[in-house]
């Protein structure tokens, strides 16, 4: 895979980063029609979207340099702002940067929480199809070894390698047609807001958890990917929420009541035992 480059005189501008900034386009209009229909301000929906997206500029930088600290190791610092001279950016952590931000901001503004995350379910696909397209242009993301027929050859790596942003973008696809089955399952079952922007994170854990295993990385911990862990993270908060929020506890409380009254009669049972073992030892023994 060659990096599409359009020169312009002495500057050479990138595919990938047009479709970068394309990507955010698309998502700046999607979140705020989205916040528009549920009339959010509109200073609060720029707010969101201008903080989001520096904090998540700048944490998707600095996941890079974490993740590759071989490419700066003994260099200067400001290498770590030189995007030009050393590009490279994490997209796992600009999400969770930026997804700070919004719940942080949203609380701070008084803008129901809830709303923002299944406006986000509805505003991040399309976005993030169009940065894996830019990542696969430019070889952001190198996948794994592999001999499949279909099998991509990036500039500098050796051996054909999984086209995981093809992956991720028909994982992609798929979790825009589940948002939508949701949203309208939501509408008919009147679930509480914010439950759509849950159910389409934890999937969306689950799914990439499982495609990190097809990329090529240099980090782990503990047997998994840093990427993967982050995910992890994620998905369990996602089934926190969906427990307590999401009608799950409801749903689990006579199990857990039957599981608790089978152990405290058990335990009843197995002190009067113990018990009646203990008064009969003395006269026994006597």
Known sequence: ????????????????????VVSWMVFSFLFWRGLRRWAIEEDHIFDLTFYSTLVAFAAARLGFVFTHGELFAGKSILLVAALWISPGLSW????????????????????????????????????????????????????????VPWAV?????????????VYEM??????????IRITDHAARKKWAYGMIGIWFFLCYSVLMFMLEFMKDSHVYWGGLHVNQWILVGIFAECIGVVYVRGGGRETFRPY???????????????YATISKRRARGPKESS
């Not at 929480?113 to 894996?132: H, K, N, R």
């Not at 028909?170 to 948002?179: D, F, G, K, Y």
């Open 170 to 179: 028909a994982a992609l696809v798929c979790l825009s047609w589940l948002v």
């Open 92 to 147: 796992i952590a600009a999400l969770v940067g930026g997804l700070a931000t919004v719940v942080l901001l949203s609380r701070q503004y008084k803008v129901r929480l809830g709303l923002v995350l299944d406006v986000l379910a509805t505003a991040l696909p399309l976005p993030m199809i169009i940065g894996e397209i830019a990542s696969l242009l430019n070889g952001l993301e190198i996948g794994a070894k592999t001999t």
């Open 1 to 20: 895979m060659i990096p599409l480059v359009f020169p312009m005189g002495h500057i050479a501008i990138y595919a990938a980063n047009i479709l970068l």
């Open 256 to 270: 857990t009541h039957a599981v608790r009254s089978f152990l405290e009669e058990k335990g009843k049972k197995f």
């Open 153 to 165: 050859h990036f500039v500098g790596v050796t051996g054909g390698r999984h086209p995981v942003q």
